[in-house]
């Protein structure tokens, strides 16, 4: 069964930090280009970082320098670190697994950026 399973979401302060985890199963998880996208309230899903099977990164302008993007081949997984949190970066984040024949999408996790 071929799944992404976001986790770490949740609520927190301005400044702070956070990891989201992506774990995938069901697939070549190495041949995939794996992404994290978020969508806010009201607006279009957009991208906020990617990292190619090649281990090559690609972030949005308005989390670059404070965020990182990682992959674990061998745990299928990919991380999303953040940090310096801002309100607007609340959103509801989603993972995506990319190839050549098919895009997957996970079910997505809530971030909240809030006092």
């Known amino acids: 069964q071929v799944q992404l399973v976001e986790s770490g979401g949740g609520l927190v302060q301005p400044g702070g930090f956070l990891r989201l985890s992506c774990a995938a199963s069901?697939?070549?998880?190495?041949?995939?280009?794996m992404g994290w996208y978020r969508q806010a309230p009201g607006k279009q899903r957009e991208l906020v970082a990617e990292?190619?099977?090649?281990?090559?990164?690609n972030y949005a302008d308005s989390v670059k320098g404070r965020s990182t993007i990682s992959r674990d081949n061998a745990k299928n997984t990919v991380y999303l670190q953040m940090t310096s949190l801002k309100p607007d970066d609340t959103a509801v984040y989603f993972c995506?697994?990319?190839?050549?024949?098919?895009?997957?999408w996970g079910r997505g996790t809530q971030v909240t950026v809030s006092s």
């Open positions: 995506s697994a990319r190839s050549v024949t098919r895009d997957l």
């Open positions: 990292i190619t099977t090649a281990g090559s990164t």
């Open positions: 069901g697939i070549s998880f190495s041949f995939y280009t």
